[in-house]
Every structure is written in C-alpha cells, then in structure tokens.
C-alpha cells in the first residue's frame, strides 16, 4: 500500500528566508510524487510533480523538488519565501497504471510567514 | 472558465435530511474523485469514477453514493445526514495517472 509522511505539522520561516518541508513516501516502485498548496478556504492547487527524468523539478511560484529515491524522500524547496506563501501544503504519491489513479495524501503542513 | 466547479460551496442541513453536491469539469478529463477533507484537513478518497465508471470504492457508508451521468460531471448524494458528516468535500479531475488533480473550491457541509 502506498503511504505518506510529512513529518512537519507545522513550520514558521520569515519572511525572505528559505524553505524545506519534508515528504517520506512508501510505494514499492517508483511512484509518482506531487506537491499541491492550499490557501485558506480554497482547493489545492497542485504545484509540481514528478513522474520520470530528471530528479530535481521545477513547479509554479518559485517551488522546486527534488525526488531522493535512496531516501524515499520528494521535499519541497524554495529559495525566498513571500507572506503570500503562507498556506497548507500537501505531499501526494499516486500509483502508476494501478490503483486507477488514486493519490494518497499525507497529513499536511502548515507555513506560517514572519514579516 | 472555472475548470472544476462545485455546487454548492456551502451547505447546512439538519440530521437526517438527505443533500446533493454536484461538480463539474471542463477539462476533458477522463477520470473524476470526491474526497473528503476533515476538520484536521485530512484528504481522504472516498469514490474515483472513469468516464462514468465507478473504479473505486473506499470504506465509505452506503449512505453516500456517488453519480456519474457522463465524464464531465459526477455528483454525490448524501442520504440520512450525520454529524460525522460535516467537512469540506473535494471534487477532482485527472487525465492521466502522472498528471496530478485539478480541484474543485470545495463545498463544506455542516451538519446541525
């Protein structure tokens, strides 16, 4: 069965730092991996995944991550954080060609921005 | 063009009563989900349906039972409402497994 962990409940960075939130996934092959974003009262918008290739990917608003398969790891990265960043965030792994495409999440993390 | 549209956005009904969420996709996309979000923010899948075909099928009451008149809409009926029931309810659309979901806004339900 395909898993998920997001370690962080919750992270507060200030405004302009850096930013990692930690994903760990369980899935007995290679999985495909996404990151998705939640402001308050919204729907999760998804802002990267990974699926083959490259191991680093680049998504919308900044974000990156990078696919450690020795590591089970798929963290998210940003360089400079902005107050409009403040959101949940979510870790996904989906199933290739089983499972009908159903994306298991983890439990979510929530950035708190410091001006 | 909303891609993913969901009605209501909000809902208060009384135990009992039976409701429907209705949501619809623009997209083209062959395969639609409902998931339910707690008061915790746990997603959580209830149904996948591909091009009207219900493929699965989590532990869900049969209290909810989910309709798929044709790819671009699946709706979702709730009967017998329970307390339990209050959340925010996710609509989704994918086309392929690899691709990731596009949301609907949510409708939350709150159950008096």
């Known amino acids: 069965a395909q898993s998920v962990t997001q370690p962080d409940i919750h992270i507060t960075v200030s405004e302009g730092a850096s930013l990692e939130l930690r994903c760990n996934y369980s899935?007995?092959?290679?999985?495909?991996l996404f990151w998705y974003v939640q402001s308050p009262g919204q729907g999760l918008q998804l802002l990267l995944k990974?699926?083959?290739?490259?191991?680093l990917v680049q998504g919308i608003k900044g974000f990156e991550a990078e696919f450690k398969r020795s590591q089970s790891s798929f963290n998210l990265r940003k360089p400079s954080v902005h107050w409009s960043d403040a959101a949940e965030y979510f870790c996904?792994?989906?199933?290739?060609?089983?499972?009908?495409?159903?994306?298991?999440f983890g439990d979510g993390t929530t950035l708190t921005v410091k001006p | 063009d909303t891609a993913v549209s969901q009605t209501p956005k909000y809902l208060v009904t009384q135990m009992g009563n039976d409701k429907s969420i209705k949501c619809e996709q623009n997209l083209g996309h062959d395969t639609m989900y409902w998931y339910k979000q707690d008061s915790k923010k746990f997603l959580k899948i209830m149904f996948s349906?591909?091009?009207?075909?219900?493929?699965i099928n989590e532990t869900v009451p049969n209290r909810f039972s989910p309709k798929s008149p044709d790819k671009a809409h699946l709706n979702l009926h709730i009967n017998s409402l329970e307390l339990g029931d209050s959340a925010v309810y996710f609509c989704?659309?994918?086309?392929?497994?690899?691709?990731?979901?596009?949301f609907g806004s949510g409708t939350r339900l709150t159950v008096v």
């Open positions: 989704a659309s994918s086309q392929t497994d690899r691709h990731g979901y596009t």
């Open positions: 996904a792994v989906g199933g290739r060609n089983t499972n009908a495409g159903k994306s298991t």
């Open positions: 899935y007995g092959a290679t999985p495909y």
């Open positions: 990974y699926f083959s290739g490259d191991t």
């Open positions: 349906y591909n091009n009207k075909e219900l493929i």
